[in-house]
């Protein structure tokens, strides 16, 4: 009956794959509704003899590392087949069953052209890049906005397939040779390319919101997963600096098919602190060495593209606004652990703009872009707290830290890490 969401509230990375892992087992299907391989989740299990292994996931569901439950990629998702069929055989080979996954037959695919598209056209944006990860993800969604795209369903009709390769690339090839001076690509190759990856897609291939809805009239539990976040958002978020899909609860709604009513539940996850990789606006951003404790206290380099993530303090701003647009009705603050051993925190409870307050976002971005964060500052802790199982395990700073966070983000703090593993975590009030 319930389909539950789980959303990123800052700029990605919050721990949406360890949160998606913990609730796995608790819930019968787990769709990814946007973004593509552009995300990293890293998850980390816990095996029968005691020891723990570490998975990086890009493109599938972090459910597909939960037995029973099924995977599902929404048609909201642009799909690298390459690298679908790469993480697949990567999972496979480490004793993951894959089989159960479900694919979109709406999906877009990522075409070789986007992925070249998204790397010349930040070279030639220099200081006005976006810094994306160069997947090609922003140039495929342009493609689904602008009816180019290719779907999943077009690889089981060669000569449907050929019709919109040759219309798209009548476009994309004036782009790359004479404004980009690249070489084009042919019809064949790309066709070919593409072609060479429909028997091995088309088991997993059908009508995923069809399949989600008959699972929520059954009474089935499922999590729609969100990539990225809500400040990346195209819509809500510091754009320009976004990635090109709905990140945000709307999102999970379009990108899955699963009707909004139907979403009872929205999990923000977020950070006790705020990191962001790529350009774009971060107020509470740090450039000194506290920066860098954050960075290596939360070893803050992206699981995509293994860049360091900017890092800054915990923006109460950001959260209120990512729990209004999403309607969040837990959070779950990750990676407290990552803050022992400092003075004092620094909450970010408001903006200066130009003399003025804001307690909210700005309306307008330039604004936002020479916002002063206005803090408040509270009392660190020193004590390990990886071994907190309840919240009266914690050191009593680090509680208030908590509880005022709590008071300052729109809604209850139901969750919170204290280490990477599926066990590390103290739930003050259960999610499901
Ligand atoms: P996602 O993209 O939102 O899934 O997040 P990432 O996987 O990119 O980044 C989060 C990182 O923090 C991963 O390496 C997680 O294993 C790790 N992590 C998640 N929760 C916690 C936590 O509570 N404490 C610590 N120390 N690490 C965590
Ligand atoms: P997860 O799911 C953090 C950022 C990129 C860039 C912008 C646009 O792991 O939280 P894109 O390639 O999407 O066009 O890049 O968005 N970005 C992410 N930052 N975590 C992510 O995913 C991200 N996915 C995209 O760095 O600034
Ligand atoms: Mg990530």
């Known amino acids: 009956m319930p389909a539950i969401a789980i959303i990123g509230a800052q700029w990605g990375d919050e721990g949406k794959g360890k949160a998606t892992d913990l609730l796995g087992s608790s819930v019968d299907y787990v769709v990814k509704f946007n973004g593509g391989n552009n995300a990293g989740h890293t998850v980390v299990i816990p095996q029968p003899d005691g020891s723990t292994e570490k998975f990086a996931l890009h493109l599938l569901p972090s459910g597909i590392l939960t037995p029973g439950c099924t995977p599902v990629i929404g048609n909201g998702v642009v799909v690298d087949l390459k690298v679908l069929f790469e993480e697949i055989d990567g999972l496979e080979a480490r004793g993951i069953d894959t089989s159960d996954l479900k694919l979109s037959a709406n999906a877009h695919v990522i075409a070789p052209y986007n992925r070249e598209i998204d790397k010349v056209t930040e070279r030639f944006l220099g200081s006005r890049r976006i810094g994306t990860t160069g997947r090609g993800i922003g140039p495929t969604y342009a493609d689904k906005m602008n009816r180019i795209g290719i779907r999943v369903q077009d690889l089981f009709d060669a000569s449907i397939l050929r019709g919109k390769v040759e219309g798209a690339l009548e476009l994309k090839n004036q782009i790359l040779t004479k404004v980009y001076n690249r070489r084009g690509f042919t019809v064949d190759a790309i066709v070919e390319d593409l072609l060479s990856y429909a028997d091995r897609v088309r088991p997993y291939v059908c009508d995923t919101a069809l399949l989600l809805h008959d699972a929520l009239v059954a009474d089935k539990t499922v999590l729609l997963e969100a990539g990225q976040a809500t400040l990346l958002d195209v819509d809500h978020g510091t754009y320009p600096f976004v990635t090109s899909s709905s990140a945000t609860a709307g999102g999970a709604s379009t990108g899955s098919g699963i009707a909004p009513a139907r979403i009872n539940q929205v999990i923000g996850i977020v950070k006790a602190y705020t990191t962001r990789v ?144 599926r066990h590390e975590t103290v739930v003050r009030h259960p999610l499901i």
């Not at 971060?282 to 939360?298: W, Y």
């Not at 309306?363 to 309840?390: C, K, T």
């Open 278 to 421: 790529g350009e774009g606006p971060f107020p509470t951003e740090l450039h000194d060495d506290k920066g860098e404790f954050l960075r290596k206290a939360g070893w803050e380099y992206g699981t995509t593209t293994g860049r360091p993530r900017r890092c800054g303090w915990y923006d109460s701003v950001v959260a209120r606004y990512a729990a209004r647009i999403n309607g969040v009705t837990d959070f779950v603050l990750t990676k407290l652990d990552c803050l022992t051993g400092l003075e004092e925190v620094p909450i970010c409870v408001a903006y200066e703009v130009d003399g003025v307050h804001h307690d909210e976002m700005p309306v307008n971005q330039s604004d936002f872009h020479h916002a002063v964060p206005v803090y408040e500052y509270l009392p660190g802790w020193f004590e390990d707290i990886s071994g907190a199982r309840s919240f009266d395990d914690l050191p009593e700073n680090a509680k208030a830290y908590v509880e005022r966070c709590e008071e300052l983000s729109g809604s209850r703090i139901s969750v919170i890490g204290v280490g990477p593993g």
